[in-house]
């Protein structure tokens, strides 16, 4: 992105990460980088790939192999007046930093009666897909939605990879940024010029009438496609991405069911306890008049996800999937 | 809906004769019932008050169904003056008095719209999922002032058939499942025709007692004594019952048969069972038949003697353990204190559940009755 063209720029989500981070580092001499082979490496999924050397190694900083350490130095310099931006490899092993995320992050601004904030971005990689088995394919972003002081974002979609980590250093308190692994190959276009998004509201990505698919990070591009496949027999569904996933964004979420009058909540997380849960919650507090069907959910299944590949594609939501759960749902117009 | 028989697994209500507010008594007869059987007379449990009526004629319910719902003795209004009119509106057949208690699901969404439109949701069928009313079944439906009723399904048309598919199973699983025994036995009947002829002769006609009486008190007498012979075989276990409920195997005009009950026949005097039974057979053969008559026969007794059998083996008649059968008094040769008179005769056999009871016991009972029809009068 050295030059602006004219047109629409073709790139990957990991591109646009890539592209965001850049634009971060040379925008505010307070940002750095902090995390395992962020520097050298270029980043496990590559996203920092050539920052060191752009910005060198004060500003790109690999850091031993501690979650819990780096976390708690990264709050540490937040606290001192910087702008961390630490890049936890997957979010299975940001479970070794849950109490510095947990206990430290989330609570000083409360605990502190105000005086103090803890601007701090924190990426990390989730989900299932790829064929490396249970402990690198978790989706515990419910963990986190649970978690109040933190503000927990899932951008699904080119923009969002692109306009998030800038609105997310903006934000005053923690901000975690989960990215799909399964989605750093993915193409789009982007403007030349970035447009600002915002971290408040949910999306609708496609306009229907019949149900609403409510889904985020790594099945956005799924209830896409089970969209496509429900038009062609009939059925409108519309989809909305959340976006983010703490705090909610309930006017987006109940909008859509006023309109369509039925959901299905598509999540990568196991089915208990999981966000599609609070999200059913939701729409059962707010627009149960408005159903005319059952709220359904289409989530993992409850197994440490498989190494094998069908049975990996069998544990996760897959558009088939979410199509058979909407057409439970509605009958097909005509 | 209650349970008509061991083998009854629907019926449809035929008649409500009680309407929502009407206080009720304790075997006050509240509905007919249409079964395999026949039409049944439905009986109330308990003393109340009837809150709803949740099924409407014409509707076919499984057993078990709630048919109405009833409040306690104690919720009965004060002052029976007060008229009941005033309270609840008149409901005709599956008018809004009956739809509204029935089990529907209707989309929340449905169910405020049609709430809107003045249709009752519960008049419509749902093609949403699990039979759901949904908002497009509502908004297809026509928007009257008033949902109109449902006219009500038929009655199944061929009850003859319907009765033959009710004995056939019966039987079937009784040959199924219950290893019968036979026993017969001959017995003098000549002091018991005797005293009968006496007895008629001092009565009019109308008031004339058929063998059938003292035969049947005799059987529930003779059971008395042998109990294996009395009761329900259930979940691999044999229930004896303390009360005689003498099922009466009565053939109908069109074909068919039911089996009801003359309860406590042990108990009750010649006239009071031959009244019994003419009643019972009277209101078998017109149709209506009460619902605990149906429920509980601990056993039955089949009487072919009209017929001119001599003698008859019963199946069994599951749950129970024993049928007896009795056939026709004829005069017939018979040998006592060593010479041959003509004597009135009648064949009486048992057949019997062998998983309850065995021969040895079932001669007891033969015996049994042999000894008591001996000494008419004391029946």
Redesign the interface.
């Known amino acids: 992105m050295t030059v602006a063209p004219a047109g629409p720029i073709r790139m990957t989500y990991r591109e646009a990460v890539r592209a965001a981070l850049r634009e971060a580092l040379a925008a505010d001499p307070r940002v750095f980088l902090m995390g395992e082979d962020v520097g050298r490496y270029g980043g496990t999924y590559a996203a920092t790939k050539g920052l060191l050397e752009e910005f060198g190694p004060e500003r790109v900083r690999d850091t031993p192999l501690s979650e819990l350490t780096f976390t708690g130095a990264g709050i540490g310099a937040a606290l001192g007046g910087m702008r961390p931006i630490l890049e936890i490899m997957t979010v299975n092993f940001s479970l070794l930093a849950l109490d510095q995320i947990v206990n430290n992050a989330a609570t000083l601004r409360h605990m502190s009666g105000g005086q103090v904030s803890v601007p701090l971005v924190i990426r990390m990689a989730t989900g299932a897909g790829r064929q490396v088995a249970a402990q690198h394919s978790h989706s515990l972003e419910a963990w986190y939605a649970h978690i109040p002081g933190i503000r927990v974002v899932a951008p699904a979609v080119l923009e969002d990879a692109r306009g998030m980590l800038a609105a997310a250093l903006r934000d005053p308190d923690p901000v975690l940024i989960f990215e799909h692994a399964a989605l750093y190959g993915v193409e789009g276009e982007l403007p030349a010029v970035p447009r600002q998004v915002d971290l408040d509201r949910a999306a609708v990505r496609r306009s229907g009438d019949d149900v609403s698919l409510i889904a985020y990070g790594g099945t956005v591009g799924k209830a896409l496609a089970a969209a496509e496949q429900l038009a062609a027999g009939g059925i409108s569904a519309e989809v909305v991405d959340l976006r983010t996933l703490r705090p909610l964004d309930d006017a987006t979420i109940v909008g859509s069911v006023r309109k369509t009058?039925r959901a299905v909540v598509v999540d990568e997380g196991w089915r208990s306890g999981s966000l599609a849960a609070e999200v059913m919650a939701r729409i059962m507090e707010q627009a149960?008049?408005?159903?005319?069907?059952?709220v359904a959910r289409v989530c993992t299944a409850e197994v440490p996800i498989p190494y094998p590949k069908h049975l990996e594609d069998a544990a996760l939501p897959q558009p088939e999937t979410i199509v058979a759960a909407a057409r439970?749902?509605v009958?097909p117009r005509g | 809906m209650p349970s008509l028989g061991a083998d009854m697994v629907s019926g449809t209500l035929v008649e409500w004769r009680v309407k929502a507010g009407d206080a009720v008594k304790r075997g006050q007869i509240i509905a007919e019932v249409e079964t395999d059987k026949g039409a049944i007379e439905v009986e109330i449990f308990e003393d109340g008050v009837v809150d709803a009526l949740l099924v409407a004629p014409g509707t076919k319910v499984p057993v078990g169904t709630p048919l109405a719902t009833l409040r306690g003795a104690a919720a009965m209004p004060p002052s029976p003056a007060a008229p009941p009119t005033a309270a609840v509106p008149p409901s005709g057949p599956a008018g809004g008095e009956v739809g509204r208690g029935r089990q529907v699901r209707v989309s929340p969404l449905a169910r405020k719209r049609a709430a809107e439109l003045g249709i009752d949701p519960s008049t419509l069928r749902g093609t949403g999922a699990g039979g759901a009313v949904t908002m497009a079944d509502v908004e297809a439906a026509p928007v009257p002032a008033r949902a109109p009723a449902p006219p009500p399904p038929p009655v199944e048309a061929d009850r003859s058939a319907a009765m033959r598919r009710a004995i056939a199973a019966a039987m079937s699983r009784s040959k199924r499942e219950i290893p019968h025994y036979y026993l017969a036995t001959d017995v003098d009947v000549s002091r018991l025709v005797a005293w009968l002829e006496r007895r008629n002769a001092a009565v009019p006609v109308a008031q004339r007692m058929l063998p059938a009486a003292p035969l049947f008190k005799a059987v529930a007498l003779g059971l008395k004594e042998v109990p294996e012979l009395n009761g329900t075989f259930l979940d691999g276990a044999f229930h004896p019952s303390a009360a005689v409920h003498l099922g009466v195997a009565i053939s109908l005009r069109q074909g068919g048969l039911v089996a009801p009950a003359i309860h406590d026949a042990d108990k009750l005097g010649l006239d009071e069972l031959m009244n019994a039974l003419r009643d019972l057979i009277g209101r078998v053969r017109g149709g209506s038949i009460r619902s605990s008559e149906l429920a509980d026969p601990t056993v039955t007794v089949t009487n072919l003697g009209d017929q001119g059998v001599r003698e008859v083996f019963g199946v069994i008649f599951p749950p129970q353990v024993a049928i007896v059968g009795l056939g026709r008094i004829t005069q017939r040769p018979w040998v006592a204190e060593g010479r041959i008179e003509a004597r009135p005769v009648v064949s009486a056999t048992l057949s019997a559940d062998h998983r309850v009871s065995d021969g040895h016991r079932g001669g007891r009972f033969l015996s049994a009755f042999e000894r008591l029809l001996q000494e008419p009068e004391k029946l």
Do not use: G, I, Q, T
């Open positions: 009058h149960f008049y408005e159903l005319d069907a059952p439970s749902l009958k």
